[in-house]
Nanobody, 117 residues
């Protein structure tokens, strides 16, 4: 069982920045991939960014060049640095953890990000 707790969401103006944090109850050394997904009202959940053990990162097309995901295994935390935010980035952001050896995936409770003037 893995518990994920997100923080850092809020209201920000277009062009602004936010950093989301996700703390894992399990050592992130043992987690195959950690990532961030988001879901806007009326839309499907989509991948924002994913960091795979070994250093590989993947980003959704809409956030490439603006968002950065990074893991701090010493703190069992994954971060999402979001820059140049746009109104279309408004969504609930969910932290995700995948453990390949069990095939299990875990989700956090979500944190709201609202980009508006």
């Amino acid at each position: 069982q893995v518990q994920l707790v997100e923080s850092g969401g809020g209201l920000v103006q277009p062009g602004g920045s936010l950093r989301l944090s996700c703390v894992s109850s399990r050592s992130t050394f043992s987690i195959s991939a950690m990532g961030w997904y988001r879901q806007a009202p009326g839309k499907e959940r989509e991948l924002v960014a994913r960091a795979i053990s070994g250093g590989t990162t993947n980003y959704g097309d809409s956030v490439k060049g603006r968002f950065t995901i990074f893991r701090d295994n010493a703190k069992n935390t994954v971060y999402l640095q979001m820059n140049s935010l746009k109104p279309e980035d408004t969504a609930v952001y969910y932290c995700n953890a995948f453990i390949r050896s069990t095939g299990l995936m875990y989700w956090g409770q979500g944190t709201q990000v609202t980009v508006s003037s």
